[in-house]
């Protein structure tokens, strides 16, 4: 989990300034990929309260690029992906949402940018996909990521 924490905040912190640079499309194609080595993912996010709405938005345009994608391995991704958004916020005002991806695709990229750009090739889209993404993020509380040790819905 802590190795995990890292590469998102690592990449986090290489991806932003060469977005606000106008390097989009070549850095996110140019980042490293995403993947989670388990079979059951979650994936812990705190949105702004006030763009709640846009981040949905931008989910929504992710499930658009996953399920339009020719890939495979996109599709299943968009099958087994959830969000779930908290119920209250959180101490500092901020809304928690996490995305439940089970089963986890292996090998897939679940980079939110890089499925975005796959999916939208217009740069100006792209730009403004990005844009609405990295002014609804407030926190990535990382991820927990591991293997089904019991299924109660089965004997």
Do not use: C
Not at 12 to 35: C, E, K, N, W, Y
Not at 111 to 117: D, N, S
Not at 118 to 123: A, I, L, S, V
């Amino acid at each position: 989990m802590r190795r995990l924490s890292g590469f998102l905040l690592a990449g986090a912190i290489m991806l932003l300034p060469a977005f606000s640079q106008g390097h989009d499309v070549v850095r996110a194609q140019a980042a490293p990929a995403f993947t989670f080595d388990g079979e059951v993912a979650l994936w812990t996010l705190a949105i702004k309260p006030d763009q709640t709405a846009a981040f949905e938005t931008v989910m929504a345009k992710v499930r658009e690029a996953l399920l339009k994608s020719e890939k495979p391995e996109r599709k299943a991704q968009a099958a087994g992906w959830k969000v779930v958004k908290d119920v209250a916020p959180l101490k500092d005002g901020n809304i928690r949402y996490t995305h439940i991806i089970n089963p986890v695709v292996k090998g897939a990229d679940y980079t939110i940018v890089a499925i975005l750009y796959e999916g939208f090739t217009d740069p100006a889209e792209q730009r403004a996909l990005y844009e609405q993404y990295r002014n609804a993020f407030a926190t990535n509380y990382g991820a927990s990521v591991g293997s089904v040790v019991m299924d109660l819905s089965k004997p």
